[in-house]
């Protein structure tokens, strides 16, 4: 996750009615497969185990290759793409975009997208000594990973009736330890997400996007994005009602915060595709004290947490028509 971004936009409330994707309440709520939140806990375990998957790293390598593998094995097909970028300081990057695909003969379709590189440096950690070294990402990276694994998992074996992308880009935590200009947020920042939009096939249109970012912390809580509420009003508030509907409404809480530069902003702006965010966006605060220091680890994980989000997900997309 990058920095938050100060720039709260002028939000118009886009509440149109759709046709398209999740109906008015009440929601189905029974017959939905079940997310399983120790699975999901335990991948985060699995990415952490490479250590810091900071991209040009071995542990960077083996986790693509455990992602490809896993989402194989649940019978998705599978497309790696493979590039290059510049950091902000000049170092060349190659990147992984890792894009599964589960009923790939559908043509109303949905894609869910999360980060899965880690940071290379804990730039807000207390320890000066520590801000150089990059971070595990158990939260900021894995968390979101790990949650579209389990959703993967979970539907393929009880595939919905659309079909449903896995979007797993790199490069989007590489940014410099300070970003002003909005304009640099998009160079610095989302970086595998702008590679994938621009070069993503002209044809693919799925109905929405969604990211997952911070989804797994202790004491989590979602406030609902200023972007998201830009780009699909509609669909976020869903997502929220839901949420609170299967009782989670401590974590997904009546708040707007400002808007957030993640993935969703490069993938709206230049996939096209309009796309939301669930990130941890403690009112007042932005996120728990661990991001982008050496506490990013499994101590702050918390299963619930990454259940919650899971099951609510899993809900949204099964109430579409
Ligand atoms: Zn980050």
Known sequence: MRFPAVISMLTLSLLVACNIGVPHQPYKLSGIPKFDKDSAYSFIEKQVSYG???????????????????????????????????R???????????????????????????????RFMAERDTDSLMRHRPILGANDGGSGTAVLLELARVMSKHPPKIGVDFL????????????????????YWGLGAKYW???????????????????????????????????????????????QTLGYDTLFVEYRSHGLFDDHVVINEYAHIRSVLIIENLPHKYFGSYWHTQQDNLQIIDSNVLGAVGQTVLTTIYNIR
């Not at 590489?174 to 160079?187: S, W």
């Open 52 to 86: 810091p998957r900071v991209p040009g790293s071995a542990a960077h390598d083996s986790c693509a290759l455990f992602l490809i593998s896993k989402l194989k094995s649940y019978g998705l097909t599978v497309d790696t793409q493979r590039f290059s970028a510049i």
């Open 88 to 118: 902000y300081d000049s170092l060349p990057l190659n990147g992984i975009n890792i894009f599964a695909s589960l009923n790939p003969e559908k043509k109303r379709r949905i894609l869910l997208f999360a980060h899965w590189d880690s």
């Open 168 to 187: 797993f880009l790199d490069l989007e935590d590489q940014g410099p330890v300070e970003t002003k200009a909005l304009l640099d947020f998009y160079k």
């Open 197 to 243: 939009a621009i070069h993503k096939p002209p044809a693919y249109k799925p109905l929405w996007g969604l990211e997952l970012d911070l989804v797994g912390a202790k004491k989590a809580k979602f406030s609902i994005e200023d972007y998201s509420l830009y780009y699909y009003g509609y669909l976020i508030k869903k997502i929220w009602e839901i949420g």
